[in-house]
């Protein structure tokens, strides 16, 4: 029993593990790099093993560093099942089909410069169709089932509490009669994070494989961050400005609302106008409206007494284009939900083109920002940022609410391992190499267990 490490290895996009047991191969993730150009160019390499060999494939949830490169694997060959969450199923079939909108559009894009130049055309990385296509291939599971995918493996998910559908996967191994128990984290949530329950501990396993992408710092409290949130509204207010949120489709989003909604009052969010600019925030917050079985218990109570979980009296959903180009016309009073999270792409780009050099314009980033992103720059206190050729200052107040996170923090990563009864070995990924070398050194010290921080092609045996 092995398993090697292709993605997410010292870094934090790109998911992709693969187990080998019994003759099989299992492919745990199959992400997209994401984060500067240099580093996404890299999706578009061919997989460093065989695509028709895999038997199954299992992903953890539905954000693209962990599910980005799926239609890759069925243009190349794979026709096997993709094991997930019923949720996560529900969000590939906006993610997915988007994701390769957005490869057709930056394709026709560079293609035309290329034209121009007399240089060779480039091809998407794959289309709607393909995308499409390759949703026939998902067997969507509930927590607590237990499948065997193929001879000798069999698969659990447990709730993670990351995004709706995220998952822990839990898998027993047989080979000639040694049976073998992996756990894979997944991404692990943040504790008493709104609408989903925190993530489930396991008490036993020969082999963690833990996410490390906060190890090295912890979380702002929920009360300081509401605190801090109500507080930036107010001063936004009195500025007379916009506020742009750059958030992630699924999961950020939706906390957001929610929020607003829990705070309404409170935050005099009424003087507002509230915009979700994300068709696809608006087709994922319909999936968590539907996927109530996930809920925390405030979050249930909410529902059953039919308050909808999302619903604003001043919520506008832009879907449409020209709706969103409108909401650019707006000087003060707005307050804009946008993708893309990490500002590498989507309509909050726009939205900064039109705001970001205003002294009165709140920025606040609610997420991680991945090494070489517009976001991340922001976070560092970069004076211009460049869109579309164009360099733009950066006048804008930007807040960072690190609290808001949808990952487990140091303490919540270390209080999810000392579930585990026997203290089994650990391999660290999804994680930049700070955070794991510092994860890595509390684990140790606090356990006395190995620690492995997993480098791309490592091979271990289970």
């Known amino acids: 029993m092995n398993i090697k490490f292709f993605g997410a290895t010292r870094e934090v996009t790109g998911s992709c593990y693969l187990i080998q047991v019994n003759d099989k191969n299992i492919l745990l993730e199959c992400g ?10 890299h999706n578009n390499d061919d997989f460093p093993f065989d695509v028709t060999e895999l038997d199954a494939v299992i992903v953890s949830h539905a954000h693209l ?33 988007d994701s390769g909108y957005i ?14 130049k ?4 480039i091809e998407p990385l794959y289309t709607t169709e393909e995308a499409e296509r390759t949703l026939q291939y998902f067997k969507g599971l509930n927590y607590d089932q237990e499948v065997e995918i193929c001879p000798g493996v069999k698969l659990t998910l447990k709730d993670a509490g990351h995004i709706i559908g995220s998952a822990i996967i839990e898998l027993t191994l047989n080979d000639n009669g040694v049976n073998k128990k992996v756990v894979f984290s997944g991404d692990l949530g943040h504790k008493n994070a709104p609408i989903l329950r925190d993530p489930c501990k396991i008490k036993y396993a020969d082999l963690v494989i833990m ?32 506020i742009l949120i750059p958030a992630f489709t699924v999961g950020r989003t939706q906390e957001l609302l929610y929020e607003f909604k829990q705070h309404f009052d409170q935050w005099q969010l009424g003087d507002w106008q509230i915009f979700l600019d994300s068709p696809m925030g608006i087709k994922a917050t ?21 308050d909808g979980l999302f619903d604003l009296p001043n919520l506008h959903m832009s879907e449409k284009t020209e709706y969103s180009m409108k909401i650019n016309q707006i000087n003060s009073g707005a307050i804009i939900i946008a993708g893309s999270g990490m500002c590498t792409g989507g309509r909050i780009k726009h939205h900064f083109k039109h705001n970001i050099w205003r002294e009165n314009a709140h920025v606040i980033i609610v997420g991680f920002q991945a090494r070489g992103t517009i976001g991340r720059a922001l976070v560092d206190g970069t004076k211009n940022i460049n869109l579309w050729g164009e360099k733009i200052q950066v006048n804008a107040h930007i807040h960072t609410v690190g609290g808001f996170s949808a990952h487990a923090d140091q303490q919540g990563l270390l209080e999810w391992y000392q579930g585990f009864e026997n ?8 994680g930049e190499e700070e955070a794991m070398e510092v994860l890595s050194q509390k ?5 006395k267990v190995s620690v492995v921080q997993a480098s791309y092609k490592q091979n271990i045996v289970i």
């Not at 007399?118 to 055309?121: A, D, F, R, V």
């Not at 702002?220 to 801090?228: N, P, V």
């Open 32 to 41: 997209m790099l994401q984060g500067s150009h240099e580093h996404e160019r």
């Open 65 to 97: 560093d962990h599910t980005g490169r799926l239609p890759m694997l069925i243009k190349e060959g794979f026709h096997g099942s993709i094991f997930t969450h019923n949720a996560t199923v529900d969000l590939c079939k906006i993610m997915l089909v």
């Open 103 to 116: 490869h057709e559009k930056e394709a026709r894009w560079e293609n035309k410069k290329l034209e121009r």
């Open 118 to 121: 007399g240089l060779p055309l």
């Open 211 to 242: 996410e490390s992408t906060y190890g090295d710092r912890l979380h702002r409290s929920w009360d300081d961050t509401w605190q801090e949130m109500g507080e930036i509204i107010a001063q936004a207010k009195s500025n007379k400005g916009n």
């Open 286 to 306: 319909r999936v968590y409206a539907k996927h109530s079985e996930v809920y925390d218990q405030k979050a249930l109570d909410i529902n059953k007494n039919h």
């Open 423 to 430: 203290k089994p070995p650990v391999v660290l990924v999804h």
């Open 443 to 447: 684990l140790k010290h606090l356990h």
